[in-house]
């Protein structure tokens, strides 16, 4: 009886530990995919256009600035040839 009593505790103390591996594995999985979305969206950010005259022709040489005081961006380019 004794040996039975044993064998059932090792067995419930060890579906235990299963149950508390997968708790990790979940928050796991969930912590990495919350950082991989974040990242992601920092890659793929950007502004893109093309200046155009009033006949819709693209113009060159022209400044552009963009600025974001809240973040403190500041950044300055000139159209190429195709505008």
Not at 52 to 57: E, N, T, Y
Request: no cysteine; glycine share 10%.
């Amino acid at each position: 009886m004794k040996n039975l009593r044993g064998v059932v505790l090792g067995v419930l103390s060890r579906k235990d530990e299963m149950a508390q591996d997968m708790r990790r594995f979940v928050l796991g999985f969930f912590l990495t995919l919350l950082v991989l979305t974040t990242a992601r969206g920092q890659e793929f950010s950007g502004v893109r256009g093309v200046v155009l005259d009033k006949s819709s022709a693209p113009i060159a040489a022209v400044d552009v600035a963009l600025d974001n005081e809240k973040a403190g961006i500041h950044f300055k380019t000139t159209t190429n040839d195709i505008g």
